[in-house]
T-cell receptor
């Protein structure tokens, strides 16, 4: 079954440093999409970055980059130059393929990031 | 301004009562989704709709019902059959079922008293 695993329940990082949030996934589909969302304490889910399974380059969006290692089935999020406003819950997600999940998206359990001043 | 709205932001319900959560989008998206989030956990799919007048059960549909009579609206009813309805409910949409990025509304926090 398709699955997303985030093994870090909580992470601390010093302001201005980089941090990596881990995500591994399991799927038998050849075509799939990987996402990261940020959830501040207010609750809304904010889309950060997307990586398609056929994309050869790692996705980048400003201070966010996705370290995609297809053979290892990992899709780690790297946040560079952390800011206090980055303190939030971060979710890794995968869009399933047409055959197994009807293009549904499944979510990991999340990692709570704390940025220290 | 295009986006997804959910109302109300906070909702209190007595046990045994049905309650309907609103979700509206003006993004002209075909696909819409309802998720439930419990404290400290990820999102679980309740129902989704790929097109108007069509919807499918997600992983935890028991005790919930939906309708999709208009493209822009996908209300969720939490019925008295849902044993533990206190949770945070998030609505999402995307352009079509086989496009990738979902966009989320601000959520409704439901508390059963």
């Amino acid at each position: 079954a398709q699955k997303i695993t985030q093994t870090q329940p909580g992470m601390f990082v010093q302001e201005k440093e980089a941090v990596t949030l881990d995500c591994t996934y399991d799927t038998s589909d050849q075509s799939y999409g990987l996402f990261w969302y940020k959830q501040p304490s207010s609750g809304e889910m904010i889309f950060l970055i997307y990586q398609g399974s056929y994309d050869e380059q790692n996705a980048t969006e400003g201070r966010y980059s996705l370290n995609f290692q297809k053979a290892r089935k990992s899709a780690n999020l790297v946040i560079s130059a952390s800011q206090l406003g980055d303190s939030a819950m971060y979710f890794c997600a995968m869009r399933e393929g047409p055959g197994t999940g009807g293009f549904k998206t499944i979510f990991g359990a999340g990692t709570r990031l704390f940025v220290k001043a | 301004d295009g986006g997804i709205t959910q109302s109300p932001k906070y909702l209190f319900r007595k046990e045994g009562q049905n309650v309907t959560l609103s979700c509206e989008q003006n993004l002209n998206h075909d696909a819409m989704y309802w998720y439930r989030q419990d404290p400290g956990q990820g999102l679980r799919l309740i129902y989704y709709s790929q097109i108007v007048n069509d919807f499918q059960k997600g992983d935890i549909a028991e005790g919930y019902s939906v309708s999709r009579e208009k493209k822009e609206s996908f209300p969720l009813t939490v019925t008295s059959a849902q044993k533990n309805p206190t949770a945070f409910y998030l609505c999402a949409s995307k352009r079509s079922v086989n496009t990738d990025t979902q966009y989320f509304g601000p959520g409704t926090r439901l508390t059963v008293l």
